[in-house]
C-alpha cells in the first residue's frame, strides 16, 4: 500500500509522520527545495528571519504527532512559554499587554478600563465553553459541514443541545465581543485572535471566538531554532521512519480512474502508481489543477470559496533593539471598522494598517548581531485582485508602514537602522507556495453558519484523496494545518484498515 503525499508543508509533513508511525509506505512530493512551506527560513548578514508563521500556540498537537512515533516532543524541541503573549500599542499612546493567563489578562485589561475586566472573563468564559464543543465536535477527525460534527438525529439530548446553543450560530466574532466588552481599545485586540485565520471578525462566525482560549489557556510558545525548527523536527522523524521524500519535484495531476485516486503524475512526467493520495496543496486548486474533470466540477459546485487575506511581510535586521518590545506585539489601527472594510470588502490595502512585529530576539539573542533586532513586521492585505500590482505597490506600502511604526510604537529612527532589508509580498506568497490568490491563510471563514466549515479531509468526490492542510478541514494556522495532517492521516489508515479487512475477508470466502 503505497500513499503519495503532495506538499511538504507542516499539513503534508504532519500526515507523513502519521502515516509513517502507523506502517504506511510514503513518498512525498514537494515542489520547493526545502520542507515546511510557508514555515520557511531567511538567512542574511548574521540575522535570521521566520518567514511565515511566528507564533506557535497547541503544542498539544505536536505532541500527539510526535507520540504517533513513540517520541517525546519535548526532547525534539526547545519550546519556551513566552508572557506577555502580546504587546499592543494603539494610536493614542496606551499600551496594553496580553499576558499569559486569564486572570492576569483580566487584571491588566482593568487597569485599562475597570468595566472590561469582568467583561473579558464573560468572553473568557464563553471562548472555553467554544473550544471545549470544537474539541468534542470539530477536531481531530474529518468534517465537511455539520452532519459530520454531531449526530443530531441519534445524539438528541438536552445536552447536545446546549452544546449546539452554544455554538452561538446567530453571532458573528465581532457581535460577541462588543456584548462583552465595552472599551474600543479591549475590542480590537480580542478581534485579532480571528487574524490567525485571516478573516474579518465582522463576517466570521462566534465560534470561533474558541480560539482566544486556545490561546490564553494553552500559551503562546517559542521553538529555540525559530518556528522553522518545527518543520525541522518533523522533516527528522519523517526522515527516521522511512518516509521517501523528494524534493524539487512538483506535481501536475491526480490521475483519477473510475472515480477513484490511481497515481501521481509529477512535472517532468513520470508517474507514480499510489494506493491513495494525500494533497497538501490549497484544496480549491487540488480540485481545479490536480484532479480536474467530473470530479473536479462536482467539488466547484458543492460551494462558493473565497481566499483568506494575504500579508506583506517586511524582513528588517536592524543595528539597534528596541527593548521596548516585547516577544510578539501589534501595533494596531487607527480604525479597525475601517481597516477591516478595506482589506475584506472592498478589496484594497488598508490606508492605516494594524502591524503585527516579531522581535525575537527578546527570547532568543542570537538572531541577530549584538545589539541588534531581526524584525518582522507583518500587515494583512486583501487576497490577490486582478489589478493587484504588487511590484508597484510595494514601494508606497513599505513607507505606510514604517511610518505607522514610527507613530505609534515608538521607532522614529527604523529608517536609519535599517542594515538589511527584504520582503514578502502577496504575489510572493502565491507564487512560493502555490496558494488561491495569495492567500496566507487557505480559505476565509466567514459565513454565521457555514463560516467555520472547510473542505472535509477525506474526497467526497475521488475515493482515495485525502486533503490536508490550512485550506482543509480544520483550517488554517499552524496548529489546525498540523491537526489536518494528522486528521487526513488517521482518516487514510481506517480506510486502509477496512479495505484490508474487506479483501481479506473476500479473500476467506474464495478460499472457502
Ligand atoms: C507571513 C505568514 C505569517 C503567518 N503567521 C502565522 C502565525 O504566526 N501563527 C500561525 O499559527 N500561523 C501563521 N501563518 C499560517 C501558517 O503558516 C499556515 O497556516 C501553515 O503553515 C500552512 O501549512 P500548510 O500545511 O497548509 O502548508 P503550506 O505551508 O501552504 O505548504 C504547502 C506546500 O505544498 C507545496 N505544493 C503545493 N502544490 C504543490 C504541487 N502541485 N506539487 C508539489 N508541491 C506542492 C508548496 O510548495 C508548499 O511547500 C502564517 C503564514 C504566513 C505566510
Redesign the pocket.
Known amino acids: 500500500m503505497k500513499t503519495g503525499i503532495?506538499?511538504?508543508?507542516?499539513?503534508?509533513l504532519a500526515a507523513a509522520c502519521t502515516l509513517a508511525a502507523r506502517g504506511h509506505d510514503v513518498v512525498l512530493?514537494?515542489?520547493?527545495d526545502w520542507l515546511?512551506?510557508?514555515?520557511a527560513v531567511l538567512e542574511q548578514g548574521g540575522y535570521r528571519f521566520d518567514?511565515?508563521?511566528?507564533?506557535?500556540?497547541m503544542p498539544r498537537v505536536l505532541e500527539r504527532i510526535f507520540a504517533e512515533a513513540g517520541r517525546e516532543l519535548h526532547r525534539e524541541l526547545d519550546l519556551r512559554r513566552l508572557d506577555p503573549q502580546w504587546r499592543c500599542f494603539y494610536d493614542d499612546g496606551t499600551v496594553l499587554d496580553l499576558r499569559d493567563d486569564p486572570k492576569r489578562a483580566a487584571e491588566e485589561i482593568g487597569r485599562l478600563s475597570p468595566e472590561d475586566r469582568a467583561g473579558f472573563e464573560r468572553f473568557m468564559a464563553v471562548a472555553s465553553r467554544l473550544s471545549d464543543v470544537s474539541d468534542r465536535f470539530f477536531f481531530w477527525k474529518s468534517v465537511e459541514d455539520l452532519r459530520d460534527t454531531m449526530d443530531l438525529k441519534a445524539n438528541m439530548s438536552l445536552a447536545t443541545l446546549k452544546d449546539v446553543m452554544a455554538l452561538r450560530m446567530h453571532r458573528t466574532v465581532a457581535g460577541q465581543i462588543k456584548r462583552d466588552v465595552k472599551d474600543g481599545r479591549v475590542a480590537q485586540m480580542l478581534e485579532h485572535f480571528i487574524q490567525?485565520v485571516g478573516s474579518s471578525p465582522l463576517a466570521s462566525p462566534a465560534v470561533l471566538c474558541g480560539i482566544a482560549q486556545m490561546q490564553q489557556g494553552e500559551g503562546v510558545w517559542y521553538p529555540m531554532g525559530g518556528t522553522r525548527a518545527v518543520p525541522l523536527a518533523l522533516a527528522r522523524l519523517a526522515e527516521s521512519l522511512g518516509v521517501e521524500v523528494r524534493t524539487g519535484?512538483?506535481?501536475?495531476r491526480i490521475e483519477v480512474e473510475a472515480g477513484r485516486a490511481r497515481a501521481i503524475i509529477t512535472d517532468s512526467g513520470e508517474r507514480v502508481a499510489c494506493d491513495r493520495v494525500v494533497s497538501?496543496?490549497?484544496s480549491v486548486?487540488t480540485y481545479a489543477e490536480?484532479v480536474g474533470g467530473a470530479e473536479g466540477r462536482a467539488f466547484a459546485r458543492t460551494r462558493k470559496r473565497e481566499a483568506a487575506c494575504s500579508?506583506v511581510?517586511l524582513y528588517l535586521g536592524l543595528d539597534r533593539a528596541y527593548e521596548h518590545l516585547a516577544h510578539h506585539n501589534f501595533v494596531f489601527s487607527r480604525d479597525p471598522e475601517e481597516e477591516f472594510g478595506a482589506i475584506y470588502d472592498h478589496g484594497e490595502p488598508a490606508p492605516d494598517p494594524t502591524a503585527y512585529i516579531a522581535a525575537p530576539a527578546r527570547t532568543e539573542p542570537g538572531v541577530a548581531p549584538d545589539g541588534g533586532e531581526a524584525l518582522y513586521v507583518?500587515v494583512h492585505t486583501p487576497y490577490l485582485r486582478s489589478h493587484h500590482d504588487w511590484s508597484r505597490m510595494l514601494p508606497h506600502y513599505r513607507e505606510v508602514i514604517l511610518d505607522k511604526l514610527g507613530r505609534a510604537a515608538g521607532m522614529e529612527d527604523i529608517r536609519s537602522r535599517i542594515q538589511v532589508e527584504r520582503a514578502?509580498t502577496p504575489q510572493d506568497?502565491h507564487e512560493?507556495?502555490?496558494?488561491l490568490n495569495g492567500a496566507?491563510?487557505?480559505l476565509a471563514s466567514h459565513g454565521k453558519v457555514m463560516g467555520a466549515f472547510k473542505p472535509g479531509n477525506r474526497s467526497r468526490q475521488v475515493e482515495g484523496l485525502y486533503l490536508?492542510?490550512?485550506?482543509a478541514h480544520p483550517g488554517?494556522?499552524?496548529?489546525?494545518?498540523l491537526m489536518?495532517?494528522w486528521i487526513a492521516a488517521d482518516t487514510l489508515d481506517t480506510d486502509a484498515r477496512g479495505a484490508g479487512d474487506v479483501a481479506r475477508e473476500r479473500a476467506d470466502v474464495a478460499a472457502e
Do not use: C, H, Q
Open positions: 503532495i506538499g511538504g508543508g507542516l499539513g503534508g512530493f514537494e515542489k520547493n515546511g512551506g510557508k514555515a518567514m511565515g508563521p511566528t507564533i506557535l500556540t490567525y519535484t512538483g506535481v501536475e497538501n496543496m490549497d486548486r490536480l500579508g511581510v507583518l514578502l506568497i512560493r507556495y502555490k496558494v496566507i491563510y487557505g490536508a492542510g490550512g485550506s488554517p494556522g499552524m496548529p489546525m494545518a489536518s495532517g
